[in-house]
């Protein structure tokens, strides 16, 4: 939803108006993300969350494409935390994040894989 109706007309908010409220310095060129196809998306679950490629292709070939089921990403958070990997912790937990609020789909059930990049250095 980029815009609220209220009883003076249609609002909408801009990228301004957030850094104006919130004091954040908007600076630089917006992240591009590009279309990942379905190897490309497997590849990168097996490096930045470290499963097996078969679990990462048995989850994008459920998903019908470069997806993960929310789902998917809280039980490897909870196998991850397990055996402290934190970086990939931290990665799952920001996908999910993600999935849940800023990138949500109509089900509300999947997030694309690619939004996994922004993640690759925690740093």
Known sequence: M???HLPVGEVTITLDDVASLL???IIGAFHSFETLHGDEAILML???LEVSGEKARVETVQCHG???RLSWL???YQSKCEVEHWTVVARAYLLHLLG???FANKSATYVHVVFLDAFRDLS
Do not use: G, N
């Open 74 to 76: 809280r039980e490897i």
């Open 23 to 25: 004091h954040l310095p």
């Open 46 to 48: 097996v490096e930045l």
């Open 100 to 102: 849940c609020t800023l």
């Open 2 to 4: 980029s815009s609220f």
């Open 66 to 68: 470069a997806y993960v």
